[in-house]
């Protein structure tokens, strides 16, 4: 189920800062990212994860489609939040 999508990457930023597991959709494939131990894991459902030890490291370095997740975060279908 489709919750939402972001108004900002503003809203994006404070979402992560909040340590908060995000579960999203983009292009019909689904990814997550979940704080733990003060680094951000991300990564395609099923396959292999990315750590990140910023959130600047992480919109500009986690890609999707090729694309940095910074250019495509308004895009993205939130599945959970």
Known sequence: M???KYS???????????FYDIKFEYNGRAYSICPINGV???????????TFKTIEGLINNFKLDGKPLKNVILEVKILVR
Do not use: M, P, T, W
């Open 40 to 50: 951000y894991v991300a990564g395609e459902a099923n396959g292999d994860d990315q």
């Open 8 to 18: 900002s990457i503003g809203e994006f930023v404070e979402e992560l800062k909040s």
């Open 2 to 4: 489709i919750i939402s």
